[in-house]
Nanobody
Framework: QVQLVESGGGLVQAGGSLRLSCAASGRSIRNYAMGWFRQAPGKEREFVAAITWDGNYTPYADAVKGRFTISRDYAKTTVYLQMNNLEPEDTALYYC?????????????????WGQGTQVTVSS
């Protein structure tokens, strides 16, 4: 079994920055693609960003391109999401996910493993 634990969420003013972390434990997922989804109140969950196991491919949602950067550590057990120039529209519960299948344009909505989420709130 795999556990994903997110951290780094919080309250920030528009234009500010946050860095989310997702630590994986349990069975090794070093060869898994990892990434982030988010869900705002009253809206469907949406893909944000992902990264392949080797870090060579990093697809992003159009809404965050140029503002968010995804990365993972050398041990490939932690993934990060650096979020800059945050907007009130970025307010959501952010979930980490990991999936064993080849990464396409986004992580699948039925990824193998999910975290519990970390709240990001951006005030105007």
């Amino acid at each position: 079994q795999v556990q994903l634990v997110e951290s780094g969420g919080g309250l920030v003013q528009a234009g500010g920055s946050l860095r989310l972390s997702c630590a994986a434990s349990g069975r090794s997922i070093r060869n898994y693609a990892m990434g982030w989804f988010r869900q705002a109140p009253g809206k469907e969950r949406e893909f944000v960003a992902a990264i392949t196991w080797d870090g060579n491919y990093t697809p992003y949602a159009d809404a965050v391109k140029g503002r968010f950067t995804i990365s993972r550590d050398y041990a490939k057990t932690t993934v990060y999401l650096q979020m800059n120039n945050l907007e009130p529209e970025d307010t959501a519960l952010y979930y980490c996910a990991a999936d064993s299948r080849p990464l396409g344009q986004r992580l699948p909505g039925n990824s193998d493993y999910w975290g519990q989420g970390t709240q990001v709130t951006v005030s105007s």
